[in-house]
């Protein structure tokens, strides 16, 4: 997933190059970063530097748009557009830093602020995009740009902005626009709410298991951080079982205790929906309602139409066709699976009916018998520093990268482990964090996001005063959650979680390899439905035998994983792929069904609406959507909402993009570099479909994406 955080414009070149003068240096966020490649110095920022430090953003963002307006030359881009691009360098700064390590790391400290500067970059957000003497500006600028003779890239960033203006208000009468502010406010505040509470629903649950005998079949890996997790919290004896994926998707496909798998089952789809403190339903009703009030005001029918309108899909009826074209044989896939595992339960000699917290378990127990194959025999070649190594040496052979570990960058967190990216000739490319393991004060899941956008900046030198164009680098950082090394152990992921190391890492490639001019179309500042294309198509490397042969060593012997194993992992990539496509497609169609409603009165039932949309699509009863709605922070507060759709869409692409590695081999040199130049490089600086036709020669085909996962 690429985080999504909005910003106002996305300059942050100056901080390279000037000091802020405001406060001398007393605030680390207000002077010239001078730490290695200009990264944050994250060992002398606090919590009480950033409210002072947004203020002053928000002063100098002000005054730049100021100067805008009052100037009596005649608008033009550079004057207009660039200026105003360049204009939020501080504010967009500090709020990004804050952001994430707000996500990273939740201190009390920094919850304690969040109300306030989530409540401070609304109102500054409101303030810019409904200012009518602005958007004068800028209308003037736009409605002249035939005239103007811009490149693609200046080109898509003068709509972009124009469109981003008018999609927030521009055009609305006075009495819409304070209706949308207070729409807006609120919603940044439910969003921030809802978020808070899915951190504290997950690091809540435990389920304390007292006998070794009810861990049985479950991975000694997986005990042994049991045993380590309830001494910390003072249940030394015991094994305490957590809601962080790196326990709970082990322990529902291994623990043979049935009662147990219930219980962890449950605690993690039950999560803010236990009408309590941190119950979301009613955050969720609102949320639907000011969303689709929204849209209407704007002149939609609903909020997905408003939503959609700038994405590759361009309209929810086209997200749902796509969705819908796989979701029937994929159903049909899913139900075959469910009557073998039946068959298998009942053979066994069990008499109850397959339940969702059975599927993992008797799945594998069905891939083992069909393919020879379970997770324990895979753990020992899955290493994290080897699977680190692997995507390393993937995005050598495609793109001649190289990643040198640097311990002189500060990090914001002891876990978290910085290298400096190069070209094959040095050339410096950016700098990448990585930071692995789930800690309490660390949101869910697994994402990718920036400290700084790749963008072109002219830069005044002090001695000469001469102008010069400086090209600044980004600083992207990935975010997992893997469970903490247990006694002398390394880490070790299941496939699954190898995956996921190699889908973010692709996200992390179209921040690192950007190549354009304007940070608020650069890198990964793409539509959600592309956005995807660049970290799915690295997950086709993950599994691929000569790839496997590269990284896969067993972490005790260092013996390269057999051939036979190889085959059998290459054998089974189709199994059980009925049951990932229909809970992952029924929790994009649950968000399109929220977002496509054109009713504004508040939701009665939220579990009922849930519940009705799963009937109507013909969900079977033994799979729950990838994400119910209590706790599907994709959609009400990740920025994928009416988006989640987003995630297939990228899928046909990427199946289709992969072909062309297929064909000419897949770390050919030639196709990995028109990747590279087509897609990685390009941002939003022209037609996305353009963009994916130059590199494929042709339009996206869903036929590949229905092949590989044996849905034809």
Known sequence: MKKIIFMLSLGFALVLYNCTKSNSCENPLLCRYDTPFGVPPFNQIKPVHFIPALDE???????????????????????????????????NRVYLTFENLRACDATDSLDAISEEIVKKVSQHSNNISLNANLFNKIKQVY????????????????EKTYKDFVRNGANLTEEQKTEIRQINERLSLLELEFETKVRNETNAFQLVVDNIEDCDGLPQSIIDVAAETAKARGLEGKYVFTLDRACIFPFLQTAKNRDLREKIFKGYIMRCDNNNADDTKKNIAEQVV?????????????????????????????????????????????????????????????????????????????????????????????????????????????????????????????????????EADGKFVGILYLDFYVRPTKGVGAWMTEFRTQHRTAVKDEKTSETKTIDVRPIVSLVYNFARPAADKPVLLNIDEVITVFHEFGHALNGLLSDCTYPSIAGVNTPTDFVELPSQIMENWALLPEVLSMYARHYKTGENIPAELISKITESKKFNQGFNN????????????????????????????????????GLIPQIVPRYRSTYFKHIFSGGYTAGYYSYRWSAVLDADAFEAFAEKGYFDKATATSFRKNILERGYTDDLMKLYVNFRGHSPNVYPLLKREGLK
């Open 582 to 617: 229909v809970e992952l497609l029924a929790a994009s169609l649950l968000d399109m069904a929220y977002h496509t409603r054109s009713a504004t009165e508040p939701l009665a039932d939220v579990n009922k609406f849930e519940q009705d949309e799963m009937q109507k699509i």
């Open 143 to 158: 409605d002249r740009k035939n005239e103007l003779d811009l490149n693609h890239e200046q080109l898509m960033l003068l």
């Open 290 to 422: 000011l969303r689709t009030k929204k849209s209407q005001i704007f002149g939609y029918e609903n909020y997905a139409e408003y939503a959609l309108e700038n994405k590759m899909a361009k309209t929810p009826e086209a997200a749902k066709q796509l969705l819908l074209q796989i979701w029937e044989p994929a159903l049909q896939l899913a139900k075959q699976e469910a009557a073998d595992i039946q068959r298998m339960i009942t053979e066994s000699g069990e008499k109850f009916n397959l339940a969702p917290w059975d599927w993992s378990y008797y799945a594998e127990k069905i891939r083992v018998a069909k393919y020879s194959l379970n997770e324990e025999m895979l753990l020992p070649y899955f290493s994290l520093d080897n699977v680190v190594h692997g995507v390393f040496d993937v995005a050598l052979k495609l793109y001649g990268l190289q990643f040198v570990k640097r311990n002189d960058i500060p990090v914001y967190n002891d876990d978290v482990v910085a290298y400096e990216v190069q």
């Open 57 to 91: 953003g928000i002063k100098q963002q002000n005054a730049v748009i100021d100067s805008i307006i009052s100037s009596n030359a005649v608008p033009d881009f550079e004057n207009t557009i660039v200026a105003f691009e360049f204009s939020g360098e501080l504010f």
